[in-house]
Nanobody, 124 residues
Framework: VQLQASGGGLVQAGGSLRLSCAVSGRTFSMYRMGWFRQGPGKEREFVVAILWSGGRTYYADSVKGRFTISRDNAKNTVSLQMNSLKPEDTAVYYC??????????????????WGQGTQVTVSS
């Protein structure tokens, strides 16, 4: 199983970016997909997650109302629309996948597969 993240870049505060994560090597859907981020000098932290079946979502408080996660079953991809970006959103963003039931959506241990990370830089 491989996860390929894309869509990062440089944007001014208040701007928007859209990240995508493509899943390959698996013929059936994952249980849950998530995005984590790691800012400069910080630990990796949970951002958002979505259950592949049913689409239930979970957001970190810091991104609620600004970020939206969605999935495309046909393309086996998950997208993260990021609006009203702030300098504190600057980080490397990682997509992650849990192939089977695991209630721990907020910790890294709840995911078995990880993408390579994509840099998001928000200038003030």
């Amino acid at each position: 199983v491989q996860l390929q993240a894309s869509g990062g870049g440089l944007v001014q505060a208040g701007g928007s970016l859209r990240l995508s994560c493509a899943v390959s090597g698996r013929t059936f859907s994952m249980y849950r997909m998530g995005w984590f981020r790691q800012g400069p000098g910080k630990e990796r932290e949970f951002v958002v997650a979505i259950l592949w079946s049913g689409g239930r979502t979970y957001y970190a408080d810091s991104v609620k109302g600004r970020f939206t996660i969605s999935r495309d079953n046909a393309k086996n991809t998950v997208s993260l629309q990021m609006n009203s970006l702030k300098p504190e959103d600057t980080a490397v963003y990682y997509c992650a996948a849990s192939p089977s039931y695991n209630p721990n959506y907020i910790d890294q241990q709840g995911y078995d597969y990880w993408g390579q990370g994509t840099q998001v830089t928000v200038s003030s």
